[in-house]
């Protein structure tokens, strides 16, 4: 079985300041992970993904996310919050063939001016 | 190149009726999933379509039923609509390489009164 904790449902950030959206999960198989933004009234974005290469993984606007197996953590960073980074994350965990995504229930990245 | 469409944007009906929800995949993209977000929560997967059969399915009842067509667009139609059933239903459709990346739509958004 596959399923995703995301331990924040609400962040707030001043601007500029390092983001960290945290978020464990559990797989009877190898993973894939990802994480997606979602803004208001539009779809899903793929920011990142880890597929069994290398751990520390880069995405896009910055953000980051490093696999740790012995935590089952896959914790998203960014170094300096932008305002255009408010939205909500999605931290999904896959098997291997991506056939089916298990969503977490969600952080909303607020940041302050 | 247009990504995943949907159609249409929102929808209301009422409880008893039946809907249809529409699904153009990303151009090369053979495989189609739909997902249920309800309001506060993480998407949930419905089923995933590829070569015009349903290939996985997530926990929904048989009111949830769907459709591929040889274009590869996607159709979802769900029965004797729920007060319950109001919520955003994404598509979102993929390549069949291992590792393909999987790209949503932007929703459709359904209220059943």
């Known amino acids: 079985a596959q399923s995703v904790t995301q331990l924040d449902s609400h962040v707030s950030v001043s601007e500029g300041t390092p983001v960290l959206l945290r978020c464990n999960y559990s797989s009877s198989y190898s993973p894939s992970l990802f994480w997606y933004v979602q803004h208001p009234n539009k779809g899903l974005q793929l920011l990142l993904k880890y597929t069994s290469a290398a751990t520390l993984v880069k995405g896009i606007n910055g953000f980051e996310a490093e696999f740790k197996k012995s935590e089952t953590s896959f914790h998203l960073t960014k170094p300096s919050a932008h305002m255009s980074d408010a939205a909500e994350y999605f931290c999904?965990?896959?098997?291997?063939?991506?056939?089916?995504?298990?969503f977490g229930s969600g952080t909303k990245l607020n940041v302050k001016p | 190149d247009a990504g995943v469409t949907q159609s249409p944007t929102h929808l209301i009906k009422t409880r008893g009726q039946q809907v249809t929800l529409r699904c153009s995949p990303k151009s090369g993209h053979d495989t189609v999933s739909w997902y249920q977000q309800a309001l506060g929560q993480g998407p949930q997967f419905i089923f995933q379509?590829?070569?015009?059969?349903?290939?996985q399915r997530g926990n929904f009842p048989d009111r949830f039923s769907g459709h591929q067509f040889p274009n590869y667009s996607s159709e979802l139609n769900v029965n004797a609509l729920l007060l319950g059933d109001s919520a955003l239903y994404l598509c979102?459709?993929?390549?069949?390489?291992?590792?393909?990346?999987?790209?949503f739509g932007p929703g459709t958004r359904l209220l059943v009164l």
């Open positions: 379509y590829y070569e015009e059969e349903e290939r």
């Open positions: 999904v965990v896959s098997a291997l063939n991506f056939n089916k995504f298990y």
């Open positions: 979102a459709s993929r390549g069949t390489g291992i590792g393909e990346t999987q790209y």
